[in-house]
């Protein structure tokens, strides 16, 4: 089917929802809840105690509560016992705690309210000067009197209804002034992470999608369940080549591969479209932390080509991914964040 379609149905278990994201026939993204009982969800808000810091690395453990720990990187100046207020940032590595970090945010489809980080912006990507005048005005009646809170009026707000904006910020704003308000002193999570339905909504609203079929089955009538499959193959296909994905303990090894033309030219048709298609291969399986790229042998000059393609591609895409650089064998490194679980473990 051509166009966008969201799809949601209810995960087999019946904990929580499984969300695909198609366009034009071709699956783009795929959100799926965990099973229950897991470790604490990227966006989820708890008063947390802190634990002894360790010695010599500035950090400390943070408990959350039902035998949860996460892990605070810059905890100087905060003594054992203190209860704070933490964010979760990124799934937990198997056996460890999750990251967590004291600046929250309460992010919503429109606003994104952040507390101790006072200032009214509109996304940089709306250009249109009426319009950022238009959203400055309703960012500072909704903001009026919050004291140190700030806000991002977010791309989707380009265009949309005002007393709809007006009722995200306004919701988004009562949350961080009910948490920032809490006076308890013992571990409790506040605020849950986003379920799979709740982030496809916040985030695939632009472009804004041509259907939405929610109802049991809606997998089976897109097509989601045969990309899922296709998904869970090492190999993908390319328009000139394949690369393999390959996640091992360490890291994800990526080797991107020519078929039978051997010339510069093809390698470096091959390698723009490995890249390209990266993020998008990453995205489906869940897959993030440390990235090791082989790619067709490629020159210095083609190597400044490739190092803006993998900016350029993983720009627009919803979890942080940073170039790090060649290693002395001529790998390409990514650092992607653990924002989502791999694909195999939210299936089994």
């Known amino acids: 089917m051509k166009g966008r379609v969201v799809a949601i149905e209810p995960r087999p278990d019946g904990a929580g929802d499984q969300v695909a994201l198609m366009v034009d026939g071709r699956l783009e993204d795929l959100l799926i809840d965990p099973p229950e009982g897991g470790a604490p969800s990227p966006g989820a808000i708890y008063r947390g105690v802190l634990d002894r810091p360790m010695k010599g690395m500035g950090a400390a453990t943070v408990t959350l509560g039902n035998g949860q720990k996460g892990f605070l990187r810059d905890a100087k ?32 489809r429109y606003a994104i309210v952040t507390p101790g980080a006072p200032g009214l912006n509109v996304a940089r990507k709306i250009r249109d000067e009426e319009e950022r005048e238009r959203l400055d005005l309703i960012a500072r009646e909704e903001m009026e009197g919050a004291a140190g809170l700030g806000l991002v009026l977010r791309t989707a707000s380009d265009g949309a209804d005002e007393d709809a904006i007006r009722a995200d910020v306004a919701e988004m704003r009562a949350l961080a002034e009910q948490v920032l308000a809490d006076p308890g002193r013992t571990a409790e999570l506040l605020v849950e992470g986003p379920g799979a ?70 390698g470096l048709k091959t390698n723009l479209a490995a890249i390209a298609e990266l993020p998008r291969a990453l995205r489906l399986r869940g897959l993030a932390g440390q990235i090791t790229v082989d790619l067709a042998p490629a020159t210095k000059k083609q190597r400044i080509e490739l190092e803006a393609a993998f900016r350029r591609a993983f720009r627009n895409d919803p979890v942080e991914t940073r170039f790090i650089g060649w290693t002395p064998l001529g790998h390409a490194e990514l650092l992607r964040k653990r924002e989502r679980l791999p694909l195999r473990e939210v299936l089994a």
């Open 77 to 108: 100046g905060i003594s054992p016992g203190t209860a704070l207020l933490v964010q979760v940032t990124s799934h937990a590595e198997p056996g460890k705690a999750a990251p967590v970090t004291p600046r929250l945010t309460f992010k919503s």
């Open 197 to 266: 339905a709740l982030v496809a909504w916040r985030d695939w609203s632009e472009p804004a999608p041509d259907l939405v079929a929610d109802q049991p089955g809606s997998f089976d009538a897109y097509g989601v369940w045969d990309a899922i499959d296709d998904v869970q193959r090492a190999r993908v296909r390319l328009k000139s080549g394949w690369m393999m994905v390959e996640p091992t303990t360490a890291l994800i090894a990526i080797d991107v591969n020519t078929g039978g033309d051997l010339s510069p030219a093809a």
